[in-house]
């Protein structure tokens, strides 16, 4: 990761709450949903931030509330050195020029009353930008760089399939070429074969104009192919926060440890003998979250402290952070253990000789995008032996 580049987007304590109301005629406020609750971390340009975690544990709201979506209880949002927190919607309509979102489901997301051409070219109708040779040949030329055919133009969006109209979300957040966007669950909806092809356009599109992505998702595997960093949320909680190489190869979190240990991975007998770490008890709601560790309800390794103690996010080794009282001991201490990724590329200095540094790049997901659709569930990239 290029860490000497500024961060695109720097988010200091989050908090997004939700007020609940009670029935009746006079509703009263009753409590607050702490849908994200005091999240930070960074975006850096042309890299990707994988946000995962469970369904409900606040991710969508944390990618919204970033881009001012919903808006924020308190913290700070800072984009390309702008404190946007606090900026009237009219300050914010230039930032939104250079961020954008895509939505996970592509059937709700395109008005179906709209044509593909109506909906590709809306940004620059909301914004007032005319781009040289005008709307509907710059529309065209954004259909095709996606993927569909530009003689479509004029089609609706139930005219096209599933992942057609992702497409047509990937071109219309493009359109103005933003500096970053938060992708909600872009590939959940998709069929299998499908994702790895969405996630390919997604990683060209970020390697040709260095836009930075926050990948929202529940799925790890999926995660894993287009991150360069990955926070794992739980209860509104950012519990682990690494490089990709770090969080796969050697979580430190037990809830992180869990997740992994989930996965299903193609070596049948690999998968007999790993350890597959069950979570005991249901999600806690985010109106009532526990004590102390949100997490020790359901924690392997929890001890009284943590049901006391909130662990606070903690560096426990370079680039990594861990809101945990016990990290996992197995993993700690034991960085550079492995080899880089065989996502990453090694990033070639100007002498064309390798710099030391690593690159996400395509070939693993391509290479993977060939046998992806072999079969229903195919197990994809299955990550470093040493987490199975
Ligand atoms: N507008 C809202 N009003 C009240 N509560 C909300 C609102 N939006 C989200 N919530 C609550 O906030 C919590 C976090 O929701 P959020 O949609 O951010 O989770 P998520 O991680 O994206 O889940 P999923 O994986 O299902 O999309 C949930 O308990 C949800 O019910
Ligand atoms: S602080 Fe305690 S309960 Fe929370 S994750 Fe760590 S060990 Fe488990
Ligand atoms: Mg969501």
């Known amino acids: 990761m290029n860490e000497s580049k500024e961060p695109v987007l720097r988010v200091t304590d989050l908090r997004t709450y939700f007020p609940v109301r009670s ?18 971390f960074m975006v850096h340009p042309g890299q990707t931030l994988g946000l995962v975690g469970e369904s409900g544990c606040g991710k969508s709201t944390t990618g919204r509330s970033v881009l001012r979506l919903v808006e924020p209880t308190s913290g700070h949002i800072e984009f390309d050195g702008v404190d946007v927190t606090n900026l ?14 895509i939505f996970q489901d592509p059937y709700n997301a395109l008005n179906p009353r709209h044509t593909v051409g109506a909906i590709i070219s809306a940004p620059f109708s909301v914004q007032g930008v005319t781009p040289p040779g005008g709307v509907r040949k710059a529309v065209k030329e954004l259909m095709e760089r996606v993927g569909l055919n530009p ?4 089609r609706y969006p139930a005219e096209f399939s599933g992942g057609q109209r992702q497409r047509i979300g990937i071109a219309r957040a493009v359109a103005l070429r933003p500096r970053f966007i938060v992708c909600d669950e872009p590939v959940s909806a998709l069929d299998v074969s499908i994702q790895a092809q969405v996630i390919n356009l ?5 390697d040709e104009f260095g836009i930075a992505y926050l990948f929202v998702a529940h799925d790890l595997a999926v995660v894993r192919q287009i991150s360069h960093q990955v926070a794992v949320m739980y209860l509104g909680h950012v519990m682990e926060l690494a490089t990709r190489e770090d969080l796969y190869a050697r979580p430190l979190h037990p809830y992180t440890h869990a997740l992994l240990s989930a996965i299903p991975i193609p070596d049948p007998r690999a998968q007999k003998q790993r350890e597959h770490i069950m979570l005991s008890g249901d999600l806690p709601s985010p109106a009532a ?7 020790h309800t359901r924690c392997f390794q ?23 009282h016990f990290p996992i001991e197995e993993f700690l201490g034991t960085k550079e ?18 710099t030391g540094e690593y690159e996400g790049s395509n070939d693993l997901i391509r290479e993977l995008g060939t046998d992806y659709g072999a079969g229903p569930n195919t197990p994809i990239d299955p990550g470093p032996a040493i987490w199975r």
Do not use: W
């Not at 003689?151 to 004029?154: A, G, K, S």
């Open 23 to 40: 029935k009746g005629l006079f509703p009263k406020t009753i409590g607050q949903v702490k849908a994200v609750d005091g999240v930070s």
């Open 88 to 101: 009237s919607h009219k300050e914010m309509v230039p930032i939104r020029r250079k961020a954008a979102m």
């Open 151 to 154: 003689e479509h133009y004029n």
């Open 202 to 206: 997604l990683r060209d599109l970020q």
């Open 289 to 295: 979250p526990p004590s102390g560790c949100v997490f």
């Open 302 to 324: 929890a001890q009284d402290i943590c049901a006391v103690e909130k662990p606070e996010p903690t560096e426990f080794e370079p680039g990594h952070q861990v809101a945990c």
């Open 337 to 354: 253990i492995i080899g880089p990724d065989p996502g990453l590329t090694p990033r070639l200095g100007a002498d064309g000789s390798p």
